[in-house]
């Protein structure tokens, strides 16, 4: 499975963002997918997650301000992120799970100013 993600940039606090991530290859049979975040000096985390049958999970931290949707036909899932933060800045990673193996896309980096 490859993931490819699209969507970071900068933006001021406030704004909002889009991220995207198409998976391809043997996407197949995916059953969940999410987006994390590495800060500097933190440890990677999971920002939101969805099942395959569309069941969603969000770090408390950005619940309210993130949505995260899925295209199974097209394999791929949207993270709308609004009322962006500083402390929202990251490199945000997709991430897939199939037959319980973990895939990574590249990072795209989000920059949030104040």
């Known amino acids: 499975v490859q993931l490819q993600a699209s969507g970071g940039g900068l933006v001021q606090a406030g704004g909002s963002l889009r991220l995207s991530c198409a998976a391809s290859?043997?996407?197949?049979?995916?059953?969940?997918m999410a987006w994390y975040r590495q800060a500097p000096g933190k440890e990677r985390e999971l920002v939101a997650g969805?099942?395959?049958?569309?069941?969603?999970n969000y770090a408390d931290s950005v619940k309210g301000r993130f949505t995260i949707s899925r295209d199974n036909d097209k394999n791929t899932i949207d993270l709308q992120m609004d009322s962006l933060k500083p402390e929202d800045t990251a490199v945000y990673y997709c991430?897939?799970?199939?037959?319980?193996?973990?895939?990574w896309g590249q990072g795209t980096q989000v920059t949030v100013s104040s």
């Open positions: 969805i099942s395959s049958g569309g069941e969603t």
């Open positions: 290859g043997s996407a197949k049979s995916i059953i969940y």
């Open positions: 991430n897939a799970v199939k037959f319980a193996l973990g895939f």
